[in-house]
């Protein structure tokens, strides 16, 4: 697969590095990183200073040692992981949420040579590192970039296809996803084939850790010549999207749920109760005053926002289909990084197409476990590779259109007696898009005395959505009630109901 843009060709089969080299001869002044200050750093300047993280990398004699990246998503991070590619250097990059003690442990398990961070981490990077021992700690170090000088070294190094190019650590941190070289340019081209993107700006991740975040938030862009804008500080994503002007934005199924309660809660702020109500009833009838409701909806966005990628292995087929009916560009995708984009939909709001070989294990009915046929076998720290057939523990089933389904994990599938399936995240991702909830955790077990299945759910509220409601009569009893109204007004768009709930402690 290949990106073109302007008669240009980039082949995402050769190198990650090569791929942006080769944005940069196209487009040497164009932006590839715009700094939360503006500060702008172009394409040929990026390559630049990878090549002098490179060059540093080789002088520190790395002899086959990691590097790991932790903290916030910057330009120098950004060279940095880059630069140790080009070095050859596989780059371990870690979820902003380990503890101190779990980052150390990491460093030191996986003989960690150098660790970048952003300032914001320094106090948990330094006590890791020196906890570890015998690495080097590098923070942000953009005042050094603006003395680096142009060197041929380091550009588009050979890098092993199968060789470790990132190797993801979660806050859990035992099933970590091993990245090839070659497997990272087989889902770039897997996604260059279904996206057209080469003429948007993206918002950058907030943070490294993420495979998907990794892949489509920030090689992806650069691979295809966009631009790519820092975030601000924790801000939100409708906030930030604004701050920056970007206008295509990656995100994971719980990221874009969030985005849709935040768009609608302020859009009712803004207008007020009154004026909403009438808003409301007046958009059933016509086009016209539904589409000056859309227009509001992408004015708190900043008019800005055109283009959503969404990743994870279930999304809320609802909540995309609301986006794309705000005029949003929805591509949904059902993408597991280490396999590559295994499926991804063509038209927005509509369910994936495969993008590789599938197939269905049957589990119930005309549902069954979704089995991938990969040209590169899968990795995970502490287990071989698995070649082949690859089951991903997602439960799904074929349209007759062809698309892909997705409805669950195989482990959360409960199973009535007449062997009808109902899917945990089915029912949690309905009862997240309500205002006064923030998570749920669904789980059921089997009634003897019915032959049914009693589903249960562990409400943890938006506490800031609920001090609204409640004001100065909060209670936990009041709590109780307005949670238990909200379920009985979510019911019938349930696909099961909730026969018993529990509100989780809340974490002081």
């Not at 993801?168 to 035992?174: E, P, S």
């Amino acid at each position: 697969m290949c990106f073109k843009k302007g008669g240009t060709t980039v082949r995402t089969d050769m190198n990650i590095c090569c791929a942006v080299e080769s944005r940069a001869a196209d487009f040497a002044e164009k932006p590839a990183f715009i700094c939360r200050g503006g500060e702008k750093h172009t394409f040929a300047g990026l390559v630049l200073h990878a090549r002098f993280v490179a060059r540093e990398m080789r002088l520190l004699g790395m002899d086959g040692r990691a590097a790991a990246v932790v903290g916030d998503v910057s330009y120098s991070g950004l060279c940095a992981v880059l630069g140790c590619l080009m070095a050859s250097v596989p780059v371990i990059v870690a979820d902003a949420s380990l503890s101190r003690e779990e980052l150390a442990a990491v460093l030191e398990e996986y003989g960690v040579g150098a660790l970048f961070y952003s300032r914001r981490f320094s106090e948990k990077a330094l006590a890791a590192a020196g906890q570890a021992g015998g690495l080097l700690p590098v923070p942000e170090f953009d005042e050094l970039l603006t003395d680096a000088v142009p060197s041929a070294e380091g550009g588009g190094a050979d890098i092993a296809p199968d060789a470790p190019a990132f190797m993801i650590f979660t806050a859990h941190g035992k099933r970590a996803a091993i990245l090839t070289h070659k497997n990272i340019c087989a889902t770039l081209g897997s996604l260059a084939g279904a996206l057209d993107i080469s003429s948007y700006t993206f918002l950058s991740p907030l943070s490294w850790g993420g495979a998907f975040d990794l892949v489509a938030g920030i090689l992806l862009p650069l691979s295809a010549g966009c631009t790519l804008v820092e975030r601000g500080d924790r801000r939100s994503s409708a906030r930030a999207v604004v701050e920056s002007g970007a206008t295509a934005l990656v995100c994971t199924p719980e990221r874009l749920t969030s985005l849709e309660k935040a768009l609608k809660i302020r859009s009712v702020k803004t207008l007020g109760k009154l004026r909403t109500l009438l808003y409301g009833l007046a958009a059933g009838v016509g086009p016209e005053t539904r589409l000056l409701g859309h227009r509001r909806i992408r004015a708190l966005l900043g008019d800005s926002l055109r283009l959503i990628i969404c990743g994870g292995a279930y999304t809320d087929a609802d909540c995309v289909r609301q986006f794309a009916s705000w005029g949003f560009d929805v591509y949904n995708c059902y993408y597991l990084t280490e396999c590559g984009a295994a499926a991804i939909s063509r038209v927005s709001g509509g369910t994936p197409v495969p993008l590789v070989p599938t197939e269905i294990n049957p589990v119930a009915g005309n549902y069954g476990e979704i089995i991938l046929t990969l040209a590169e076998p899968v990795r995970y720290f502490g287990a071989d590779a698995a070649e082949g057939p690859f089951a991903t523990g997602d439960i799904g089933r074929f349209e007759e259109d062809g698309s892909l389904e997705i409805c669950g994990r195989r482990k959360t599938i409960l199973l009535s007696g007449s062997g009808a399936p109902v899917f945990p995240e089915k029912i949690s991702a309905v009862l997240c898009r309500s205002r006064y909830i923030s998570r749920a955790a669904v789980s059921g077990r089997f009634d003897t005395g019915t032959s049914g299945i009693l589903v249960s759910a562990v409400i943890t509220p938006d506490y800031k959505a609920v001090a609204s409601a409640l004001g100065s009569k909060y209670s936990d009893n009041r709590l109780r009630l307005l949670i238990g109204r909200e379920l009985e007004r979510i019911t019938p768009r349930l696909p099961h109901k909730i026969d018993e709930f529990h509100i989780a402690e809340k974490k002081s």
